[in-house]
């Protein structure tokens, strides 16, 4: 299986700060990379499909990069409602496997 | 809008059988790909499988032999059972639509404890 190495586990950020997020795949995984927010008691919500292109709806304050086994989430003005945990899942090849998760609070 | 809801058992005993139903709106099952996810306390997550839109199925091998995805296309729903489960399978279980999921359910929590 691909392993994902999400970081930081946590992250305090304060508003208007420019937020990043990495997602490590053991092996190359060819930009298929989603990122999701989840808010508490909500279901996860897709942000970012295939490293890049950003899901209908989502501010576009929220950007992904990133090429074989490092990828980036980035929040380019953290706003209040962005309080959330954040986590990546690599679709290249199965089992699909997630990130350990993000949590975004503000200081 | 496509919505999902996961229903069933809060509590499932140790060595019986978890059955978790998803009631899909908006959206007919028989298009695209509809799956299984779990976050386990502590936040693992593990993709669990899915079924197509053909009634085709694939499974996580770490659960190949317990795990059995079916559907009900005339009530737009699909199933999970997941058999023997231990005290392990004490997760959040999410049904989601595509395989590399866009939309997503509540989710609905399962104890396993006797």
């Known amino acids: 299986d691909i392993q994902m190495t999400q970081s930081p586990s946590f992250l305090s950020a304060t508003v208007g700060d420019r937020v990043t997020i990495n997602c490590k795949a053991s092996?190359?995984?060819?930009?298929?990379l989603n990122w999701y927010q989840q808010k508490l008691g909500e279901a996860p919500k897709r942000l970012i499909y295939?490293?890049?292109s950003l899901q209908t709806g989502i501010p576009s304050r929220f950007s992904g990069s990133g090429s074989g086994t490092d990828y980036t989430l980035t929040i380019s003005s953290l706003q209040p409602e962005d309080v959330a945990t954040y986590f990546c899942?690599?679709?290249?090849?199965?089992?699909?496997?997630f990130g350990a998760g993000t949590k975004l609070e503000l200081k | 809008e496509v919505q999902l809801q996961e229903s069933g058992p809060g509590l499932v005993k140790p060595s019986q059988s978890l059955s978790l139903t998803c009631s899909v709106t908006g959206y007919s099952i028989t298009s695209n790909y509809w799956g299984w996810i779990r976050k386990f306390p502590g936040n693992k997550m593990e993709w669990m499988g899915y079924?197509?839109?053909?009634?085709?199925?694939s499974y996580n091998p770490s659960l190949k032999s317990r795990i059995s995805i079916t559907r009900d296309t005339s009530k737009n729903q699909f199933f999970l059972q997941l058999n023997s489960v231990t005290t392990e399978d004490t997760a959040t279980y999410y049904c989601?639509?595509?395989?590399?999921?866009?939309?997503w359910g509540q989710g609905v929590m399962v104890t396993v404890s006797s």
């Open positions: 899942l690599q679709h290249n090849s199965g089992p699909y496997t």
């Open positions: 092996q190359n995984i060819n930009k298929y």
């Open positions: 079924i197509s839109y053909s009634g085709s199925t």
């Open positions: 989601a639509r595509r395989v590399h999921p866009d939309y």
């Open positions: 295939n490293t890049n």
